[in-house]
């Protein structure tokens, strides 16, 4: 953000109240003084230097929706710890004078700290209501769904209140670790700690056990919407089709059926849905506003597309802070805690992480508080996987790349539709080992790789067995896997359902 010259005439207070102006105006409040106050003038005011009764003084912001005080700001310099100052903002949240209207009898329940630089809020509706570091302000639509929670649950007001009183779980249907795995977060989500981190091996069902949390925290907890990140859009349709397939132990409805589950496709974000799946680029193309995010885009990892530097990230209307209460971060080893985080911390929400090999990032980034461990030697143990050895086949190709000459005619396919045209090349195509089934497709170096597995299946790989074990082979994308897909059925000489 460019520095404003007319800025530096102002004292340092001064000049953090004008971006606090700014702030609240962009969430959607209308900014007054005292001298002239309309509480008409839309469903958010924020009244600046309003004198309360005595003793209580005058506070920085008065904050008023739908003409009924809810909350104070307490306005600071840039640089003061917020944490020293929060007593200012206690003193005036029972302060205000008797002839005006507030949402709530007793005291304000929202209190903010800023400085125009960091923000924390405190809803004092919370059980042990503690202050959060947050992005910017809610908007004023936000504060008055909060107030009418607590007409609709008078005994559980607020999201926290209610993850306190969460039924007990029903384990049908569940593996023994994916039972663990969900009553650990619950314990952690009630004991009000931001951040989770369920560690469990690959194939012991981290979707399946997410999509049981998402239900219990919609249905149980109330919670408004929820936002499930995955590396790449493939893995996106994937975790659709695990909540299309969900049904609920207490119901006999699809989850899908209960609820709306968007998977990201395009940069609109369906406002009724209560789980949108999406990528973080896509999610970052959204903050940005951009219109659309180019799909080839949507379909590389996280790290693949890594920025060079951290990506800047600025207050969003159309996305505001709190259009998520909870985010669930799949493969959450990825690279998002320092190129990307700054789009996971924008939200004013909860995060659980899913990983089957957390490092020591995301230990960090969940503030080490690993709520379930359960490693492959577990699940092999509780036979829910096998064992494995690993059998590296490596090609010539794959280790250091090739060229294709100049001259040859060359079958181009577009990424997305798949539409092939032939085109000679006029110069020679080098690649290297990272662009193998990404930019360029060598269907010789599949079909090496398959035949040798094949041709060693019996003798090195699984001697003395006579039957194809089920096998998983990891492609980089869906383009990658069906040309595996078909590769194999020719190199085995079987039918569709052999390899899937």
């Known amino acids: 953000m460019e520095r404003d010259p007319a800025l530096e005439y102002l004292t340092a ?9 700014r702030m609240l105006v962009a969430a959607g409040w209308t900014v007054q003084s005292a001298r002239s106050v309309n509480l008409r003038a839309s469903l958010g005011i924020a009244i600046r230097e309003f004198v309360l009764q005595a003793p209580h003084g005058r506070v920085d912001y008065l904050l008023f929706v739908d ?19 929060e007593w200012q903002s206690a003193k005036y949240l029972d302060g205000l004078p008797s002839e005006l209207p507030s949402a709530l009898e007793g005291a304000l329940p929202f209190a903010y700290e800023s ?42 007001p607020t999201l926290r209140h209610r993850l306190r009183a969460l039924p007990p779980l029903d384990e049908q249907g569940l593996w023994p670790a994916q039972g663990r795995a969900i009553r650990s977060l619950e314990a952690s989500l009630a004991a009000d700690r931001p951040r989770a981190l369920i560690q469990m091996a690959t194939g012991s069902g981290k979707t399946f056990t997410a999509a049981n949390i998402a239900y219990r925290l919609i249905k149980h907890g109330d919670a408004r919407r929820i936002l499930f990140l995955v590396d790449r859009a493939n893995l996106g349709r ?37 789980v949108t799946i999406s990528t973080i680029q896509r999610l970052y193309s959204v903050l940005r506003g951009e219109a659309e995010l180019a799909p080839e885009l949507d379909e590389l990892s996280a790290d693949a597309l890594a920025p060079a530097a951290p990506v800047p990230v600025e207050y969003n209307a159309a996305l505001p802070i709190e259009a998520f209460d909870i985010v669930i971060v799949d493969e959450c080893h990825r690279s998002i805690y320092g190129l990307w985080r700054q789009v996971i911390d924008y939200f004013d929400a909860s995060v659980i992480g899913l990983t089957a090999t957390p490092n020591k990032q995301a230990f960090g980034f969940f503030n080490q508080n690993l709520v379930m461990e359960y ?27 090739s060229t294709i000459d100049a001259g040859l005619v060359t079958r181009f396919r577009d990424r997305q539709t798949r539409a092939e045209r032939w085109e000679r090349l006029d110069d020679d195509l080098d690649y ?11 269907k010789d170096q ?6 040798t597995f094949r041709e060693r299946l019996f003798s090195e790989i699984f001697p003395g067995r006579s039957e194809v074990p089920k096998t998983l082979i990891f492609a980089k994308d869906d383009s990658h896997a069906d040309d595996i897909v078909q590769m194999v059925r020719e190199e085995f000489g079987k039918g569709s359902a052999f390899a899937v």
């Not at 609920?248 to 968007?262: E, I, S, W």
């Not at 490693?375 to 490596?394: C, G, K, P």
């Open 432 to 442: 290297d080992a990272g662009s193998l089934d990404r930019a360029v497709v060598s």
């Open 13 to 21: 207070e001064a000049r953090a109240r004008v971006e606090i102006d």
């Open 238 to 274: 994937q975790t659709l089709k695990e909540f299309q397939r969900f049904t609920p132990p207490d119901d006999g409805r699809a989850f899908t059926d209960l609820y709306n589950v968007q998977h990201l496709a395009s940069n609109t974000v369906d406002p009724v849905a209560r």
């Open 115 to 156: 400085t125009g630089v960091e923000t924390q809020f405190t809803n004092t509706l919370d059980p042990d209501a503690n202050s959060r570091r947050v992005f910017s302000f809610h908007r004023p639509e936000t504060l008055a769904d909060w107030i009418a929670e607590t007409h609709r649950h008078p005994l559980a």
């Open 375 to 401: 490693t492959h030697e577990q699940a092999v143990a509780d036979e829910v996987n096998v064992d494995f050895e690993v059998y590296r086949i490596r090609t010539e190709i794959s280790e250091r790349g």
């Open 446 to 451: 599949i079909r090496t790789v398959i035949r």
């Open 67 to 85: 003409g009924m005080a809810v909350g104070v700001v307490e306005a600071k310099k840039v640089g003061e710890t917020l944490k020293g100052v």
